[in-house]
Every structure is written in structure tokens, then in C-alpha cells.
């Protein structure tokens, strides 16, 4: 079973930068799509972007377009979420999750999430 756990998050000026992480324990993560979703409170899970298993292709939230990059390291077991010119709306909490494909699929084995502030 793939468990996911998220790191990297903290608290930053606007403007300034973060770069999360995913890690898969448990079974390799190295065959699927890897997701990375936000959730500020009140607010619905929003998708950041989504990653295919090679990390040949992505796909990203409008709003994250231009600013944000995934990526993946398969000899890590790790997918990245490199985040630029953050905004006070970036805020939210950040989770990765798993599918068979990068177009279509149920999402799953969700991590706990980090928590990112971008301050004013």
C-alpha cells in the first residue's frame, strides 16, 4: 500500500518561495500519477497539479500556472511541488495523492498535509 507523507511547508513573505515534498513509504509510488491539492479552510479541496509516472507530463490549476512546478525524482520515491511568488491566497493546507493515470482515476492514499501561510 502506498502512504503518502508531505513536508516542506512553513511560513513566508508574499513573494517568496517554498518547495514541498511527497514521499511514499510503504510500496513505491513510481508507477503512478502523483497529485498535489490545497484546502484553505472553508474552502473546497482545490487541485494544484498532477504529475504522470515518468514525469513526462503535467498538469497544472489555473490559478498556479507560470508560478508552480511539479516534479518527480523516481530514484527518491519523491514528487516535488516547487512554489514561486507565493500569494496571501496560497495559503492552505497542502496534500498529495495517488492515481493509476494522469488523466482520470479515483484519487487516493492521501497524506496528512503541511500547512502553508504566505504572509502580506
Known amino acids: 500500500q502506498v502512504q503518502l507523507v508531505e513536508s516542506g511547508g512553513g511560513l513566508v513573505q508574499a513573494g517568496g518561495s517554498l518547495r514541498l515534498s511527497c514521499v511514499s513509504s510503504g510500496r513505491t509510488f513510481s508507477r503512478n500519477a502523483v497529485g498535489w491539492f490545497r484546502q484553505a479552510p472553508g474552502k473546497e479541496r482545490e487541485f494544484v497539479a498532477v504529475?504522470?509516472?515518468?514525469?513526462?507530463?503535467?498538469i497544472y490549476g489555473d490559478s498556479m500556472k507560470g508560478r508552480f512546478t511539479i516534479s518527480r525524482d523516481r530514484s527518491k520515491n519523491t514528487v516535488y511541488l516547487q512554489m514561486n511568488s507565493l500569494k496571501p491566497e496560497d495559503s492552505a493546507v497542502y496534500y498529495c495523492?495517488?492515481?493509476?493515470?494522469?488523466?482520470?482515476?479515483?484519487?487516493?492514499?492521501w497524506g496528512q498535509g503541511t500547512q502553508v501561510t504566505v504572509s502580506s
Open positions: 504529475i504522470n509516472w515518468s514525469g513526462s507530463d503535467t
Open positions: 495523492a495517488v492515481r493509476d493515470n494522469i488523466y482520470g482515476g479515483d484519487w487516493g492514499s
